[in-house]
């Protein structure tokens, strides 16, 4: 079995894996990596209940765009399974072809995203990933990693709103009842949902017209679920695919 870790801006998820295959995972905030106890408490009681033995685990792969956490989560893992941590941009590399003006700039993330759904999809893929950004990663028919757009997520816009309004309140992001708001909260959800897809699925249609014509599209991410109902192309999703990723980077590295 293999333990791939996500670590994001606002939630880390870490699942078992076995042959690209999810086992189990399980998600909790970001924030927690500052607390060792306390993390490895929640991996534990999460993850070892789902092995029968530490030694099931072959390895422990990482994915972060959090730099600054990731010698905590480094120990909290060792500490848990006895193994070494690799960690993706630091200890190995993602067997695709980078072809970003500067390389090392791209997200570890982003380029874990593409081998997913080269390995899966085949090439010529967009992928959409909603998280605490949103990110759209383009990879070539020729299977090589081209670069792609980033705006804010969900989150950030719903933060946002509130933070640095003076009236507007801080709203739980759901489904919204109405295209036009009839009063505050509804506005605001509707605002959100509605325009983070029409932004979507206007920059995936500029896409599919010229640059990436034929290209499948493949949508993940927390957010997902909140706007493929409203979205034209969001048709195909993959959960958690950092961390099927993952482990197919584990298994290019065996082979």
């Given at each position: 079995m293999l333990i791939a870790v996500d670590i994001g801006n606002t939630n880390v998820t870490v699942g078992i894996l076995k042959d690209a295959e999810i086992i189990r995972s399980f998600?909790?905030?970001?924030?927690?990596l500052k607390s060792k106890n306390k993390t490895a408490r929640i991996v534990k009681d999460k993850l070892l209940s789902q092995a029968s033995?530490?030694?099931?685990?072959?390895?422990?792969?990482?994915?972060s765009v959090v730099p600054a956490l990731n010698k905590?989560?480094?120990?909290?893992?060792?500490?848990?399974?006895?193994?070494?941590?690799?960690?993706?941009?630091?200890?190995?590399?993602?067997?695709?072809?980078?072809?970003?003006r500067?390389?090392?700039?791209?997200?570890?993330?982003?380029?874990?995203?593409?081998?997913?759904?080269?390995?899966?999809?085949?090439?010529?893929?967009?992928?959409?990933?909603?998280?605490?950004?949103?990110?759209?990663?383009?990879?070539?028919?020729?299977?090589e990693y081209l670069g792609g757009l980033i705006v804010p997520g969900l989150k950030l816009m719903q933060e946002s709103l509130n933070k640095k309004t003076a009236l507007l309140p801080f709203v739980e992001l759901?489904?919204?009842?109405?295209?036009?708001g009839r009063d505050t909260i509804s506005s605001i959800r509707a605002g959100i949902v509605y325009g983070?897809?029409?932004?979507?699925?206007?920059?995936?249609?500029?896409?599919?017209?010229?640059?990436?014509?034929?290209?499948?599209?493949?949508?993940t991410g927390g957010d997902t679920h909140l706007i493929k109902p409203y979205s034209s192309y969001l048709s195909t999703i993959e959960d958690s695919?950092?961390?099927?990723?993952?482990?197919?980077?584990?298994?290019?590295q065996k082979s």
């Open positions: 998600k909790f905030n970001t924030s927690l033995d530490k030694e099931d685990v072959e390895a422990i792969y990482a994915c905590n989560a480094r120990n909290i893992l060792q500490s848990i399974f006895k193994k070494e941590v690799a960690v993706v941009g630091e200890d190995v590399i993602v067997p695709i072809i980078n072809r970003y500067i390389p090392n700039h791209v997200g570890s993330d982003r380029l874990v995203n593409a081998y997913a759904g080269l390995k899966i999809y085949g090439a010529g893929l967009i992928i959409v990933d909603f998280g605490t950004a949103i990110t759209f990663d383009i990879v070539s028919k020729k299977s759901s489904r919204p009842m109405e295209i036009i983070t897809v029409s932004l979507c699925d206007g920059i995936i249609n500029r896409l599919l017209k010229k640059e990436c014509k034929g290209f499948k599209v493949i949508a695919l950092i961390l099927k990723g993952l482990a197919f980077i584990y298994q290019s």
